[in-house]
């Protein structure tokens, strides 16, 4: 059952909420409710990161879709779609109809073994059509952490929101025994241990690894896959997303060997660096061109010098919005000593 505000009160300790080092900090005459605590926005959020979007876009590589087959790519980089933003107060962040933006609890906590929590929207924000997660608003025994929140805006209008906002209540519900493992225990391999609040980390998921085996995650061996991430996860993010895109076209009879892989996909980065440097480069040189051809007759040669202008412009733009900071190169490879654990 659920427990009432005087057992609240006497549990506050126990749930960590009046030993915190935040500001503002948790207030208990103005937080504990009848039969729940209200619960603030943190300051910190999580947005889809548009510069990600813009890219697949460029690179004609379509919508993007979590596929839960697959997790590699996520693994290597968890965050590389989300973009963290910290809020000052006073400080507004707008949803959009229809949006998600990734939110946590301002006040961490921690749940006792003997009880579960459940976290609830309040009525006055559901009436703006403000939801403040997505189905996971139950918490089980021994969790610690800042809830994730998922906040959605099914309303007609966009909803601008500021930390500290009381969008939500915590109500826990007393257990009848304590269970034999709590969360967190290595037995149940637990993905949020400690949890920051931040997206999903679903690939962790035990149950999710055991479909993937049975599905087969992709062509490519474990083995294979294990000496790839070794060598791409101190790369960015859009390499990793490459790498993965390479992999996917890449025919089954060549993936059979890490280091050729690699080799291939470092002789496309080169192609890749050469075509962008190429562009930026000869920039100045067609525009030069143009400018000189206003002070002679127009012709055939300035038409051609003008149309490589503008198509210059056009795939120069593309490689710099969609320039990352970096290429999986060959000189990059042997850096990372690649082939010392390959198959040659």
Same mark, same amino acid.
């Given at each position: 059952?659920?427990?009432?505000?005087?057992?609240?009160?006497?549990?506050?300790?126990?749930?960590?909420?009046?030993?915190?080092?935040?500001?503002?900090?948790?207030?208990?005459? =103005?937080?504990?409710?009848?039969?729940?605590?209200?619960?603030?926005?943190?300051?910190?959020?999580?947005?889809?990161?548009?510069?990600?979007?813009?890219?697949?876009?460029?690179?004609?590589?379509?919508?993007?879709?979590?596929?839960?087959?697959?997790?590699?790519?996520?693994?290597?980089?968890?965050?590389?779609?989300?973009?963290?933003?910290?809020?000052?107060?006073? =400080?507004?962040?707008?949803?959009?109809?229809? /949006?998600?933006?990734?939110?946590?609890?301002?006040?961490?906590?921690?749940?006792?073994?003997?009880?579960?929590?459940?976290?609830?929207?309040?009525?006055?924000?559901?009436?703006?059509?403000?939801?403040?997660?997505?189905?996971?608003?139950?918490?089980?025994?021994?969790?610690?952490?800042?809830?994730?929140?998922?906040?959605?805006?099914?309303?007609?209008?966009?909803?601008?929101?500021?930390?500290?906002?009381?969008?939500?209540?915590?109500?826990?519900?007393?257990?009848?025994?304590?269970?034999?493992?709590?969360?967190?225990?290595?037995?149940?391999?637990?993905?949020?241990?400690?949890?920051?609040?931040?997206?999903?980390?679903?690939?962790?998921?035990?149950?999710?690894?055991?479909?993937?085996?049975?599905?087969?995650?992709? /062509?490519?061996?474990?083995?294979?896959?294990?000496?790839?991430?070794?060598?791409?996860?101190?790369?960015?993010?859009?390499?990793?997303?490459?790498?993965?895109?390479?992999?996917?076209?890449?025919?089954?009879?060549?993936?059979?060997?890490?280091? =050729?892989?690699?080799?291939?996909?470092?002789?496309?980065?080169?192609?890749?660096?050469?075509? =962008?440097?190429?562009?930026?480069?000869?920039?100045?040189?067609?525009?030069?061109?143009?400018?000189?051809?206003?002070?002679?007759?127009?012709?055939?040669? /300035?038409?051609?010098?003008?149309?490589?202008?503008?198509?210059?412009?056009?795939?120069?733009?593309?490689?710099?919005?969609?320039?990352?900071?970096?290429?999986?190169?060959?000189?990059?490879? /042997?850096?990372?000593?690649?082939?010392?654990?390959?198959?040659?």
């Amino acid at each position: 059952m659920y427990i009432t505000d005087h057992e609240i009160r006497a549990m506050l300790t126990e749930l960590g909420l009046e030993d915190q080092n935040q500001e503002p900090a948790f207030d208990a005459a =103005d937080q504990v409710q009848p039969c729940s605590i209200d619960m603030r926005l943190s300051s910190v959020f999580w947005k889809r990161s548009r510069r990600r979007q813009i890219w697949r876009r460029l690179t004609r590589r379509g919508d993007y879709a979590v596929d839960l087959r697959r997790s590699r790519a996520h693994a290597i980089d968890p965050l590389r779609d989300w973009k963290r933003r910290e809020l000052k107060e006073g =400080d507004t962040l707008t949803i959009k109809p229809g /949006h998600v933006v990734m939110g946590r609890i301002h006040e961490r906590f921690k749940v006792p073994p003997g009880y579960a929590g459940k976290i609830e929207g309040r009525s006055s924000f559901a009436r703006l059509g403000l939801a403040v997660h997505c189905t996971g608003d139950f918490i089980n025994p021994g969790w610690e952490g800042y809830m994730p929140l998922q906040l959605f805006n099914a309303g007609p209008y966009p909803i601008r929101i500021t930390p500290h906002l009381p969008v939500c209540q915590l109500m826990l519900i007393r257990l009848p025994s304590q269970p034999e493992h709590t969360y967190g225990d290595p037995e149940l391999q637990s993905k949020y241990t400690n949890d920051d609040g931040g997206p999903s980390l679903w690939w962790r998921d035990r149950h999710i690894r055991e479909l993937q085996k049975r599905l087969g995650e992709t /062509h490519v061996s474990e083995r294979i896959q294990s000496e790839i991430l070794e060598v791409v996860e101190v790369t960015d993010s859009a390499v990793i997303e490459r790498l993965q895109n390479f992999i996917d076209d890449c025919p089954a009879g060549k993936l059979s060997n890490t280091g =050729d892989l690699l080799d291939d996909f470092a002789e496309q980065e080169e192609r890749r660096w050469l075509i =962008d440097w190429a562009t930026v480069g000869a920039f100045p040189i067609l525009a030069s061109a143009v400018l000189s051809a206003i002070f002679v007759p127009f012709g055939l040669l /300035h038409a051609l010098v003008l149309a490589l202008l503008v198509i210059d412009i056009v795939w120069g733009w593309r490689g710099f919005v969609r320039r990352d900071g970096g290429y999986l190169r060959k000189k990059d490879l /042997h850096k990372k000593n690649v082939r010392e654990g390959s198959d040659d």
